[in-house]
């Protein structure tokens, strides 16, 4: 590797300290690498082409962010976890320092997990890792919203929202829903109501092919969330179309594949 971008989370003075720190140990490595606030999405975008590496420095959410920075660029995430949960992250921070020489050098592979894409009306188009949610907004009332899939009318639920994941999504807030544990490679797509009554609350497992389109009626407020960090305003009679996306996300793992099993284990058991 020639060039490495480093992400990190403003928020916590442990990864602005370790940013530093990994850049000077780039540098003895003789990778050039550049520093930016996962937050400033818009400022990181520009300095992606051209890397080889971006090192995610936080937790969960911030390896979000580096994955919606590193798109379109066929660019793989290392995500190091210095948040409480960390279930995406690969690594643990003296983990990181032991084996970024051997990655800089070849190590590890590269796994490809779908992204979802949704648009509105107006044209315009976001992206998730996790999941698109349409959902109530802070009125704690529920919502109406209409669902097809493939252009064939499933329903209409009464309910907190609807939301459509990936199999990456499915072990974050699909999980707290009641929705099956997709293996994370899967392409296959998840439609889960979120709190329904008196609604059917069993979710569906779509083909990755699939076409999703949610269309909410309230009196109220609603909005259309992804990954639970973009948020955006929808009034009644609003329709989202989702369906995924031909981008890929690029994780750098050094773990084997069979270990996301004993990892899904220890989080639900309260091991890890």
């Avoid at 252009?151 to 609807?162: F, I, K, N, Q, S």
């Avoid at 009626?217 to 909005?223: G, K, L, V, Y």
Wanted: neutral net charge.
């Amino acid at each position: 590797m020639k060039r490495v971008g480093i992400l990190f989370n403003p928020r916590l003075e442990e990864a602005i300290g370790l940013a530093w720190e990994f850049s000077q140990l780039l540098e003895k490595q003789s990778v050039a690498s550049w520093l930016c606030s996962a937050r400033e999405e818009e400022e990181a975008r520009p300095q992606v082409p051209g890397s080889d590496l971006l090192i995610s420095l936080g937790g969960d959410g911030t390896l979000l962010r580096a994955v919606r920075v590193a798109v379109p660029h066929p660019v793989p995430v290392l995500g190091v976890n210095l948040g409480r949960l960390g279930f995406m992250a690969e690594l643990g921070v003296e983990e990181a320092r032991k084996r970024l020489p051997g990655i800089l050098q070849g190590e590890g592979r590269v796994e490809e997990r779908a992204l979802l894409e949704a648009r509105l009306a107006d044209g315009k188009v976001g992206l998730a890792l996790n999941e698109v949610a349409v959902a109530r907004g802070g009125v704690c009332r529920a919502i109406y919203v209409s669902a097809w899939v493939d252009g064939e009318p499933l329903g209409t639920y009464r309910a907190d929202g609807l939301i459509v994941a990936t199999a990456t999504g499915s072990t974050a807030y699909a999980l707290s829903l009641g929705g099956p544990i997709l293996y994370p490679q899967s392409l296959d797509l998840l439609l889960i109501p979120i709190s329904p009554h008196p609604c059917p609350s069993a979710p569906f497992v779509l083909p990755p092919d699939s076409q999703v389109e949610l269309e909410v009626r309230t009196d109220h407020q609603a909005i259309l969330s992804l990954d639970g960090q973009r948020e955006t305003a929808l009034k009644s009679g609003d329709r989202v179309e989702v369906r995924q996306s031909q981008h890929r996300a690029r994780l750098l793992r050094t773990q084997p594949p069979g270990h996301f099993y004993r990892r899904v284990m220890d989080r639900l058991t309260g091991k890890g």
